[in-house]
């Protein structure tokens, strides 16, 4: 069955090193979205791309960065990590303007 | 910019009650409107949606959610709720200029089920 997966599930790394999330879809959808989970604020968007070579800035982007070279990765990518950035990171793909998103399992990195 | 409400942090009904989360938004527009549920440690599945015609809509597990524009509110009911309806529950909007992307969250509710 088609899915999507992230890894690692779970990431502790020290403040200061940079950090890459992977997200993998083999539902060959065109658009992919990062999000991070906080508790009292919900999901919010950080880098979205609607296609190979598009990405997008979301509401949430400073201090990370994706690339898209193919249909099936959107790698998230902390440059420095801080302690702000501890928290739940969820994939996100969908195929078309008014289909639904499918999200991964998620992240959960800590930041030290 | 659109925007979501969710007025109610943590909600406990007892199993076989019924159930209704409140969902406010706020978008200029005709919205594009999702009720997502998220079980412990999962990612989030899709319950329900509305794109546009009738304004009840029928999701997965029992759920169903009516959409009242003069109230602009897409609130998320249940008959009667079961234990394993234990979770939390995110409204989101989508601008109709984005289609069903860009989503903007509330902040969620969660649910306890009392047995």
Redesign the interface.
């Known amino acids: 069955d088609a899915e999507i997966t992230q890894s690692p599930r779970h990431k502790i790394t020290e403040t200061g090193r940079q950090v890459t999330l992977a997200c993998h879809q083999t539902w060959n959808h065109n ?1 992919m ?1 990062w ?1 991070r989970q906080d508790l ?6 950080i880098h ?1 791309s ?1 296609g190979v070579q598009d990405t997008n800035k ?2 949430v982007s400073d201090g990370y960065s994706v690339s898209r070279s193919n249909t099936e990765d959107l790698p998230l990518t902390l440059e420095s990590a801080a302690s702000s950035q501890t928290s739940v990171y ?1 994939c ?1 793909s ?1 195929d ?11 992240t959960r990195l800590l930041v030290l | 910019a659109q925007s ?1 409400t ?1 007025p109610d942090i943590h909600i406990t009904v007892s199993e076989g009650a019924s159930l209704e989360l409140r969902c406010n938004y706020s978008y200029g527009a005709t919205p ?1 409107l999702f009720w ?1 549920v998220q079980s412990p ?6 319950l329900l ?1 509305y ?1 546009s015609g009738d304004t009840l809509v029928q999701g997965i597990k029992g759920f169903e959610a009516e959409f009242k524009r003069s109230q602009s509110s897409f609130n998320l009911r249940k008959p009667s709720v079961h234990w394993s309806d234990a979770a939390e529950y ?1 409204c ?1 909007v989508g601008a109709s200029s984005q ?10 509710t969660r649910l306890t089920i009392n047995p």
């Not at chain 1, 078309?96 to 998620?106: D, N, V």
């Not at chain 2, 440690?41 to 899709?46: E, I, K, N, P, R």
């Open positions: 658009n979205f999000y009292g604020h919900g999901l919010r968007l979205y609607y979301g509401e969820f996100a969908s078309g303007w008014q289909e639904t998103q499918y999200f991964g399992p998620g | 979501v969710q594009y997502y440690g999962q990612g989030l599945q899709l949606k794109f995110f989101a289609g069903a992307q860009k989503l903007v969250f509330g902040q969620g």
